[in-house]
């Protein structure tokens, strides 16, 4: 299995850093490789279908999420093929741990960088 797991600390409360990185429209503001993700419901839980698309591709990539756990955690699946993400929320000292973990059975292409988590506490603690 191969794995990428990325932290860092956000210094808002954990509700806001959870809905602010559920948020489909948020995505292609901090994961810059993303040009558009749509959910198939509002708001996302167990069962929602999302589908993204990138700048350097025509495909839509389709994802359901398995898990879902509100202020908490949601993982994503992605439905053609065996990558996994997980992102998961933990309130600490004023602020939130924000956990990005991506694992796939097989391969596991165009990691998730540091600068894009970087980006999102950003985005978070200026809004």
Do not use: H
Request: charged letters at 30%; hydrophobic letters at 35%; proline letters at 4%.
């Amino acid at each position: 299995m191969k794995e990428n797991k990325l932290t860092i600390f956000i210094n808002k409360p954990v509700e806001k850093v959870f809905e602010y990185s559920l948020e489909s429209n948020n995505v292609p503001k901090w994961i810059k490789s993303i040009k558009e993700e749509i959910p198939s419901e509002r708001p996302v839980k167990i069962g929602t279908k999302l589908k993204n698309i990138g700048f350097n591709n025509d495909n839509w990539n389709f994802y359901e999420v398995i898990d879902f756990q509100p202020n908490k955690t949601f993982t994503l699946k992605r439905l053609n093929g065996d990558y996994f993400v997980k992102y998961t929320c933990t309130e600490k000292d004023g602020g939130t741990d924000f956990e990005y973990f991506e694992w796939a059975e097989n391969e596991l292409d165009g990691l998730m960088e540091m600068s894009a988590l970087e980006l999102l506490k950003e985005l978070i603690e200026n809004e």
